[in-house]
């Protein structure tokens, strides 16, 4: 008994030493390089808690198993933050190298910093650069935004010898801004054999999260949303390069994410209202190289071999699923939930060589450039697939005003006692930019509007009562 105890109490000193060795911020990036070298494999860096290190150069790992983290492993706001202030640099952290089998990053945030007035930087790498010629990396419980380049986490293929990273549990976002050319990814993932799982991502205006072939990943349980800023594609499997041969996604599994698009912000009518931000995901689940790249650059090439399935989609979007240019893929069973709208306006580069894509619509194929798919929905599904021209549904602009954006998120329209109550069953509600307006507008009350910043508040509360519990445990 004496000797259990006694055990218990030397490893409680020691995690208390461990926590007391964190490296401060007044060690300069040099100084935090140097530790990582010198530290050889195995060396974790650990950084202090709230405490915000102003890097000049990206951080590199240096040899197997090296981790960065946060003292303590938090979770929230009081996660180290790596910020990059170097003049012309992207790149915070980098583990590409050969001999970084194992690389970690955990339980840190990077802040790519991104001013509000600075365009992309079109020449550099992504907030986080991991993968290439490794295996069994890991980033876990990271938050990555505002990156100067074009991703806020990217897994590379190396020299296609990539493995089995696990990317889980990050909160990701915002990353890019989205306007012409200065989108940036949430994650981009090249590597293959991965798994990709319980992140969050919200506001990235590029891809949410791009599989680039990665064959043999999984990618699964993520929720991707907007709230302030338009996303091109939700999750993107359009890209045919680099793995080989071309379109190679092979028993790559997409399964069971939630993908959010705009949701009203503003009482509108009884169904839809507007969004401040005229936020919306042009399409949900980008599949085929045609389906982005309006030029058919790719030619004849597919994506090709993957499974598609069980995912969820709700709120505002052009398209919810796209598809074009695709082989061999198994889409089944993916469905709408809550309350749905699908629009946008033809921009001024929908039209390519006398192409001009389908209006939106739920679910788009173009069945004149796919093979061999195996296709279901639910059993209730409100929507089917069209086939129509799914070519460069990028090009979709999102409303600047009217009311095309549906309730959802806990803020609804609450119709007045004189209202016809709308079945709604599921919710399920469809309009496109073209649409005409056959019924009037209803006062809407306020009170929804309160009962959203309650729900908030009450949230905040919740939050705080955690802070007070981590603060107690830490004193304890
Ligand atoms: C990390 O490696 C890059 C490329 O080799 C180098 O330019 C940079 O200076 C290194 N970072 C540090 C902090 O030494
Ligand atoms: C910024 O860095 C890129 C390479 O990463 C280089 O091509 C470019 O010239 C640099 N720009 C400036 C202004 O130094
Ligand atoms: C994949 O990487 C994880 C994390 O390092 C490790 O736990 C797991 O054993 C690896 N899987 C294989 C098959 O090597
Ligand atoms: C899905 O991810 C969320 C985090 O976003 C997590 O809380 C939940 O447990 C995950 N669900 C499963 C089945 O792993
Ligand atoms: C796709 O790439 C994987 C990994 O390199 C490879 O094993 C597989 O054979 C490729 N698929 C096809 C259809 O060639
Ligand atoms: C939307 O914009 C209006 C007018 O500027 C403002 O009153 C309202 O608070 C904004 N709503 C949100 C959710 O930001
Ligand atoms: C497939 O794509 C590759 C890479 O862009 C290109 O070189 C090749 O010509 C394409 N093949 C066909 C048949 O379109
Ligand atoms: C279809 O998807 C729904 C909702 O995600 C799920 O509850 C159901 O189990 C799925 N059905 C099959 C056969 O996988
Ligand atoms: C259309 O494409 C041109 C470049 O070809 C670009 O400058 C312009 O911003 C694009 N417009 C929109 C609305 O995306
Ligand atoms: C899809 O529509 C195209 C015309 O856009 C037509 O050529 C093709 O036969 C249609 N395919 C199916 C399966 O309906
Ligand atoms: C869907 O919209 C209606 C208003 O049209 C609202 O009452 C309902 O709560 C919304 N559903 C969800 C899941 O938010
Ligand atoms: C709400 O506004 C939208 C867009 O203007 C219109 O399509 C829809 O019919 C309107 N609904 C009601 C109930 O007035």
């Known amino acids: 008994m004496r000797l259990i105890n006694a055990s218990i109490l030397t490893s409680a000193i020691l995690a208390i030493t461990a926590s007391a060795a964190c490296t401060p911020n007044t060690v300069d990036t040099a100084g935090l390089q140097k530790l990582i070298t010198d530290g050889g494999a195995g060396y974790t860096l650990q950084l202090c808690s709230s405490q915000i290190y102003e890097l000049s150069e990206q951080l590199n790992y240096t040899a197997a198993n090296q981790e960065i983290s946060t003292e303590g492993y938090p979770t929230d706001d009081t996660r ?3 910020k990059m202030v170097g003049f012309n640099k992207t790149t915070s952290v980098m583990a590409q190298d050969a001999g970084l089998n194992g690389a970690k990053l955990k339980n840190i945030q990077i802040d790519g910093n991104r001013l509000d007035s600075e365009d992309i930087y079109t020449a550099g790498g992504a907030n986080i650069e991991f993968g290439g010629q490794n295996q069994n990396q890991i980033v876990e419980y990271v938050k990555s935004y505002d990156p100067r380049g074009w991703s806020c986490l990217h897994l590379a293929e190396g020299t296609f010898n990539c493995l089995n990273i696990t990317v889980q549990n990050n909160d990701i976002g915002p990353c890019g801004r989205d306007y012409f050319q200065n989108w940036a990814d949430g994650i981009s993932l090249s590597c293959a054999d991965s798994l990709v799982q319980n992140n969050q991502i919200v506001d ?29 594609g939700g999750i993107n499997m359009v890209d045919v390069l680099p793995w080989l041969p071309e379109g190679n996604f092979s028993n790559t599994l ?6 959010f698009g705009g949701f009203s912000t503003e009482l509108g009518n009884q169904t839809f209202g507007f969004n401040n931000f005229s936020s919306i995901i042009k399409i949900g ?16 090439n597919k994506s090709t071999g993957g499974i598609i399935k069980n995912n969820k989609l709700s709120g ?28 946008g306006e033809y921009g001024p580069n929908c039209t390519t060589n006398d192409k001009t894509p389908n209006q939106p619509v739920p679910l788009l194929i173009d069945y004149n450039s796919v093979e061999n798919l195996n296709l279901s929905l639910p059993d209730n599904s409100k929507f089917q697939f069209k086939n129509g021209t799914a070519l460069g549904l990028t090009c979709f602009l999102p409303p600047t005003s009217g009311n095309f954006w549906p309730y959802g998120e806990g803020f609804n329209s609450v119709p007045s006692p004189t209202d016809q109550v709308s079945t709604n069953d599921g919710g399920a509600s469809q309009t496109s930019g073209s649409g005409t307006s056959t019924s009037p507008a209803t006062t809407s009350s306020q009170s929804s509007g309160a009962s959203r910043f309650a729900e908030r508040s009450q949230k905040m509360i919740i939050g705080i009562g955690l802070g007070l519990l981590g603060v107690l445990l830490i004193i304890i």
């Open 254 to 259: 997409v399964e069971e994410n939630n993908i």
């Open 316 to 343: 505002g979007f052009s398209f919810g699923i796209g598809l074009s240019s695709s082989k061999d893929f198994q889409i089944l069973n993916n469905s709408f939930i809550g309350n749905v709208s699908f629009f």
């Open 285 to 300: 689940i980008a599949i085929g190289p045609n389906v982005w790249f309006s030029d058919e650059r790719y030619g004849t």
């Open 80 to 82: 180290a933050t790596l």
């Open 204 to 232: 990235a205006t590029d891809g949410g999260i791009v599989v680039f072939g990665a064959p043999s990943s999984i990618i699964r349980n993520n929720t991707i949303s907007v709230k302030t800023r338009t996303m091109l």
